[in-house]
């Protein structure tokens, strides 16, 4: 089998009302997608998605005719062109998914089979009132949820300890709460010094007392010493990683305990191959991989899919916040987006390869150009 074609398309779906990120200073008011299609000569079609490739098609040569199946290649090969360019992953979750079609199974049972389906965590993106946050939580648990993530600007911190309280009280102590400081994230151009080390220890310490299941990105990721100190000085688990591309990096992190929970993304960090590696050694340690997920419907797939192949847990992030953020506007490249069932868990496609279904008439509909 050889790879014929590499097709990229680009869509751009119109939002309104607009979502408000929590990281991103401007309302959205496009969900952007590209979609990688990966042709070969037996007449299968692998799909992926989840980061721009902006750059990708002065690459094209490094993989067509080659065997589609020859996947530690085409990772080494990746990795080479992220050390020059962007993040070409997508174009691994493609490949997988040929794979899966090739065998005649779901991307999830190659990579170990473990679970079928993964306790789902409602991964909120935008900043709400206590109020209106607390309303919110008691909904997402009325469709299921047990868990849910609370986005803190650390600008306005005393707003967003008011904010966890305000749920923790609506919701009582069966519902878990993580909260994510986005200390690791940085929009262009966002040049902010980070929130110092005795600031963040006292703002988890008090997130301690409100009962909260982890506290994500509390620092910078060159700050791996203050990751230390603060999962030593206040019994909170600490998470991060979902960024950090390199995976040499990571295996540091691991060696030196940094993490309670390692979220690096398979479309976004370091790719499936060296993600499932990563989650083992976590593992191993008897630490969680949890995988940032916050992409599109495809880019969810091929993190559930590890995930559940390893073994991950115990969440799995699923991006919702409505009414600004919902599964069809995640999904609208989908034939159907993904859902959780009616007791919180995102179930694994059964169908080979990543399960994907795209909706061709969205794509023609919303494509750029």
């Known amino acids: 089998m050889k790879i014929t074609a590499i097709r990229l398309e680009r869509l751009s779906l119109h939002l309104d009302p607009p979502f408000h990120a929590a990281w991103d200073p401007l309302p959205r008011t496009r969900a952007a997608a590209t979609i990688v299609r990966v042709e070969t000569d037996e007449g299968i079609t692998g799909i992926g998605s989840g980061d721009t490739m902006d750059g990708f098609d002065a690459y094209q040569d490094l993989f067509v005719g080659r065997d589609p199946l020859d996947i530690v290649r085409h990772v080494r090969v990746i990795e080479t062109m992220n050390f020059h360019s962007g993040r070409y992953w997508p174009l691994e979750v493609a490949l997988w998914d040929i794979i899966g079609q090739v065998t005649g199974q779901p991307v999830a049972t190659l990579f170990g089979n473990v679970h079928s389906r993964l306790r789902a965590y409602a991964s909120c993106g935008e900043l709400k009132p206590p109020a209106a946050r607390a309303e919110s939580a008691l909904a997402l648990r009325e469709q299921g949820f047990q868990a849910m993530k609370i986005r803190i600007d650390r600008n306005r911190l005393e707003e967003g300890l008011a904010t966890v309280a305000a749920t923790r009280e609506a919701v009582g102590s069966d519902f878990e709460i993580m909260v994510d400081l986005n200390q690791a994230w940085r929009m262009s151009g966002d040049v902010e010094p980070a929130l110092d080390l005795g600031s963040v220890r006292r703002t ?131 034939a159907e987006p993904l859902q959780i069932s009616s007791d919180g868990f995102v179930e694994v496609p059964a169908r080979p390869g990543i399960g994907a279904v795209l909706d061709e008439e969205a794509i023609a509909r919303w494509r750029i150009g």
């Open 204 to 334: 988890v310490e008090r997130l301690r007392e409100l009962g909260v299941y982890w506290v994500e990105e509390p620092l910078p990721y060159a700050d791996a010493a203050g990751l230390r100190a603060l999962r030593a000085e206040t019994g909170v688990r600490i998470a991060g990683g979902e960024m950090l591309d390199s995976f040499g990096a990571l295996v540091d992190y691991l060696e030196h305990d940094v993490l309670d929970i390692y979220q690096m993304d398979v479309v976004l960090a370091v790719g499936m191959l060296r993600s499932r590696t990563l989650a083992e050694l976590a593992q191993f340690k008897h630490r969680f991989f949890t995988p940032h997920s916050w992409t599109n419907g495809i880019g969810v797939l091929a993190n559930l899919h590890v995930s559940a192949g390893v073994g991950g847990g115990p969440y799995f992030e699923f991006p919702h916040d409505p009414p600004g953020w919902t599964p069809e506007r995640r999904d609208f490249m989908l």
